[in-house]
């Protein structure tokens, strides 16, 4: 037989596992995304401040702009660049101490934020942003993997979007401490950057009781006493015999081979093409979906039915808290629902709800009731975000994916993910700038096409081991699903 985890149902072992790896790294992976955006008026302050006292020159805005660019794009660099070797660090150190090492890198990037503003050090606030950057493309690349390694089939999709619920509370718990009344004023901005560090006891005190991936300690280490030990660490003492992997085919992973080539045998394997191409492609729809467009935008939409800027602030946290309670639903879904009907209504949803925000946004001085509708909208937006859209592409590589594969498909399509968000951060001011709204009708279409591509080439993967979707998958893009 292949190998599999027991049959289980949630335990405590599985719960302890989930929670460690969701609030130690998850959590503060997702604070990263949004807490520079709240005090982005101080920090930008201090920035001109600090030049003028330094160099004796006064920035222009259009100057001070560029540099706060520069300075929000810096993390998102280097999360893009350095998720491509998720796959290298799994394979070579495996999944737990990727884990640690992910939580090491996050925690190196607090100091740097806590010591800017007292040593005036704008390149501090550079190299914060670059290390933290870097924490949050290798959480993105290794805690997916982790997680649907240490879950029985029938939970896999279930555990699997832990990862995107850890990083969206990451966001919005970033949003409210980022707040003028929390810590995202003039004078306490540096704590409400670096406060995240306090997650990261979650990640280095409960480390020793975590477990390896059996399946990594099986197939990579050779170790079936230390896959059997793992196993029972996460379903208890009487989960399974000493003689358990036995009976288990051996498909050992030349862990070498795979930490220098892997990438590229993945890329040239033409009977992973279809898979790759499938798992890119979601994972991309995380940014040109539309999710982040339309929290950059709801702001400005609110000030226009007459918030003022603070409240509507407040308002757009809201809509971050819709966020996190639709993504927490997430795991009740993947246990119930099939994974391609729960892409298929989210991309369609998601289609739909962004036309009807161009629309109600285009005629609002019309129509003035469409100004409230507009929000309405993009609440519906967020809930067919979180049906599919927003949580599938974290875990699907693992069903879509061998394990000698997995690791370096996983990096790849957090590699999409990540380009996706780069290119939405640097493009959409300036779509917006020009085409108004207008600028939505983009990230519709782009959720229309991956319909399209998930309706006609996406097995169903749900309570299906790898091999048997590899099966339907076999003729590529041949293939009749």
Known sequence: MEFQLPDSNWTAGLVFAGLVITVGVAVPAGFQVSIINAPAEYIQAWCRAVILTRFGTWLSDEELNLLWASIVTVAILFGVFISIFGGILTCKFGRKKSFLICGIVLALAAPCFLLCRSTSSIELLFLGRAIAGS??????????????????????????????????????????????????????????????????????????????????????????EGAVAAIRKLFGQNSVRDDYFKSVKVDHVDCETTKSMSLLVVLKDPSLRLPLVLLCCMSAGNGFSGINAIFFYSVSTLERIGLPANEAKLVSVGLGCVNLVCSA?????????????????????????????????????????????????????????????????????????????????????????????????????????????????????????????????????????????????????????
């Not at 629309?359 to 003035?368: D, Y």
């Open 135 to 224: 924490g949050l493309g290798l959480a993105i690349a290794v805690l997916p993997l982790y997680l649907t390694e240490l879950s029985p089939l029938k939970l896999r999709g279930a555990v699997g979007v832990l990862v995107p619920i850890g990083i969206t509370a990451g966001v919005v718990l970033g949003q409210i401490v980022g707040l003028d009344q929390v810590l995202g004023d003039e004078v306490s901005w540096q704590y409400a950057l670096s406060c995240y560090a306090l997650l990261l006891v979650f990640c280095f005190v409960p480390y020793c009781w975590l477990p390896e991936s059996p399946e990594y300690l099986f197939k990579v280490k050779i170790d079936p």
């Open 329 to 481: 639903c997430g795991p009740y879904l993947m246990a119930r629902f099939n994974r391609r009907p729960l892409m298929l209504i989210s991309c369609t949803a998601c289609s739909i709800t962004l036309l009807l925000v161009t629309l109600m946004i285009i005629f609002v001085e019309s129509v003035t009731w469409f100004a409230e509708a507009s929000i309405a909208a993009m609440l519906l937006f967020i809930i067919a975000f979180q049906i599919g859209v927003g949580q599938i592409p974290f875990f699907i590589g693992s069903e879509l994916f061998n394990l000698d594969a997995r690791s370096s498909a996983m990096a790849l399509g957090s590699l999409g993910a990540g380009m996706s968000n780069l290119i939405i951060s640097m493009v959409f001011p300036i779509m917006q700038h020009a085409w108004g709204a207008f600028a939505f009708l983009p990230f519709s279409v782009y959720c229309v096409m991956l319909a399209a591509l998930v309706k006609r080439y996406l097995p169903e993967t749900r309570g299906r081991s790898v091999g048997d979707v590899a099966l339907l998958m076999a003729k590529g893009f041949r293939s009749k699903i």
